[in-house]
């Protein structure tokens, strides 16, 4: 089946510094890619939609100066948190669309940031 | 504004027990429903998709769609400790998943 490998699982960071999370579509094109950041005990929530070779879609309230993504290939996307703070410390979750069997929602394994 | 409601729970069953999830949208025009499971710290991953109205089985879960009163609900026959997680159920956008906050379900050994 579809996979999306996502890495890293998980990262710890200074605050100030930036952190890249990578997610690679393994045995299909990933046309479009959604990312999700989740808060413990809440639902998973939109960042941002990003199709390849086209500027990232982002939710109201999302900074697209902040949460930079990239999606240059159909089989990489990135999340760059750029300055982190302790606020954006979460479980961040990318969503491939391109493969698979239910409608190609494949998810990645998320990456827990914790930003100190 | 689509919405997708599910109670959060937590929803206590015994082992054994049938567990039922239940799930109610907003949008009538929604044609995908997909039932996903969430173990603590990890990503969720797909249990059922159902588009037609009706029951579809596959092996201990059933999920069963009633479009004219917008809901969609997950039977878990012969619940095991190792179903107990948080289950969420999204609605297909136009692009995206709609997502509900998720339920949480413990099964009692």
């Known amino acids: 089946g579809a996979v999306v490998s996502q890495h890293p699982s998980r990262v710890i960071c200074k605050s100030g510094t930036s952190v890249k999370i990578e997610c690679r579509s393994l045995d299909f094109q990933a046309t479009t890619m959604f990312w999700y950041r989740q808060f413990p005990k809440q639902s998973l929530m939109l960042m941002a939609t990003s199709n390849e070779g086209s500027k990232a879609t982002y939710e109201q309230g999302v900074e697209k100066d902040k949460f930079l993504i990239n999606h240059a290939s159909l089989t990489l996307s990135t999340l760059t948190v750029t300055s982190a703070h302790p606020e954006d410390s979460s479980f961040y979750i990318c969503?491939?669309?391109?493969?698979?069997?239910?409608?190609?929602?494949?998810f990645g394994s998320g990456t827990r940031l914790t930003v100190v | 504004q689509k919405e997708v409601e599910q109670n959060s729970g937590p929803l206590s069953v015994p082992e054994g027990a049938i567990a039922s999830l239940n799930c109610t949208y907003s949008?009538?025009?929604?044609?995908?429903f997909f039932w996903y499971r969430q173990y603590s710290g990890k990503s969720p991953e797909l249990i059922m998709s159902i588009y037609s109205n009706g029951d579809k089985e596959d092996g201990r879960f059933t999920a069963q769609l009633n479009k004219a009163s917008q809901y969609v609900s997950l039977l878990i026959r012969d619940s095991q400790p190792s179903d107990s997680a948080t289950y969420l159920c999204?609605?297909?956008?136009?692009?995206?998943?709609?997502w509900g906050a998720g339920t949480k379900l413990i099964i009692k050994p």
């Open positions: 969503s491939a669309r391109g493969g698979g069997t239910n409608y190609g929602y494949t």
């Open positions: 949008d009538r025009g929604s044609q995908s």
């Open positions: 999204a609605v297909r956008g136009n692009y995206q998943l709609i």
